[in-house]
Antibody, heavy 116, light 113 residues
Framework: QVQLKESGPGLVQPSQTLSLTCTVS????????VHWVRQPPGKGLEWVGA???????DYNSALKSRLSISRDTSKSQVFLKMNSLQTEDTAIYFCTRSQPGWFAYWGQGTLVTVSS | DVVMTQTPVSLPVSLGGQASISCRSS???????????LHWYLQKPGQSPQLLIY???NRFSGVPDRFSGSGSGTDFTLKISRVEPEDLGDYYC??????????FGSGTKLEIK
């Protein structure tokens, strides 16, 4: 069955770089796109970016200058890297598979706290 | 960017009653292919969002028929009939017609009256 699981450091210092991994199973990254969505504590959902089945990427313009999404299809993994982290980047980060057009399958999310 | 305006922010309901949530977009969500990519999610406390309705009115697998979606153009509604305790949580609309970026509504908290 389709599964996604996020992993990452949990705590990141301000100005440092965040690296998250989304490990997927039950589908191929070359046939499906994977998106990242984040949710600050107690707030709503924000689309972060995506890597499409062909390997191209799209990013939220507010984050574009700090963000990179890539993948390793042989390992069924998608990577998110965001630099110059600030406290406002504290959030639960979800990866999700596009159906396409809508997200039926989500990871459980990983909380990233930006703090010294 | 398409702005999704979701109302109300909070919706107190009685168990067994009906709830209605509105989502309005700043521009038409009709895609050039004729489809409308407006979807609804429920997020229960401590959980990931779960898909309820895709493309305006299609219930996702396993979603009870108490949930129904309707609307067109820029105006959309999610209705929940015979509200049950497991329906409580935060509801979000999402548009994926115009991207990037995909945009979510700001959420509606469904709670017991």
């Amino acid at each position: 069955q389709v599964q996604l699981k996020e992993s990452g450091p949990g705590l990141v210092q301000p100005s440092q770089t965040l690296s998250l991994t989304c490990t997927v199973s039950g589908f191929s990254l070359t046939s499906n796109s994977v998106h990242w969505v984040r949710q600050p504590p107690g707030k709503g959902l924000e689309w972060v970016g995506a890597i499409w089945s062909g390997g191209s990427t799209d990013y939220n313009s507010a984050l574009k200058s700090r963000l990179s999404i890539s993948r390793d299809t042989s390992k069924s993994q998608v990577f998110l890297k965001m630099n110059s982290l600030q406290t406002e980047d504290t959030a639960i980060y979800f990866c999700t598979r596009s159906q396409p057009g809508w997200f039926a399958y989500w990871g459980q999310g990983t909380l990233v706290t930006v703090s010294s | 960017d398409v702005v999704m305006t979701q109302t109300p922010v909070s919706l107190p309901v009685s168990l067994g009653g009906q709830a209605s949530i509105s989502c309005r977009s700043s521009q038409s969500l009709v895609h050039s292919n004729g489809n409308t990519y407006l979807h609804w999610y429920l997020q229960k406390p401590g959980q990931s969002p779960q898909l309820l309705i895709y493309r305006v009115s299609n219930r996702f697998s396993g979603v009870p028929d108490r949930f129904s979606g309707s609307g067109s153009g820029t105006d959309f509604t999610l209705k929940i009939s015979r509200v049950e305790p497991e329906d409580l949580g935060d509801y979000y609309c999402l548009q994926s017609t115009h991207f990037p970026p995909l945009t979510f509504g700001s959420g509606t908290k469904l709670e017991i009256k």
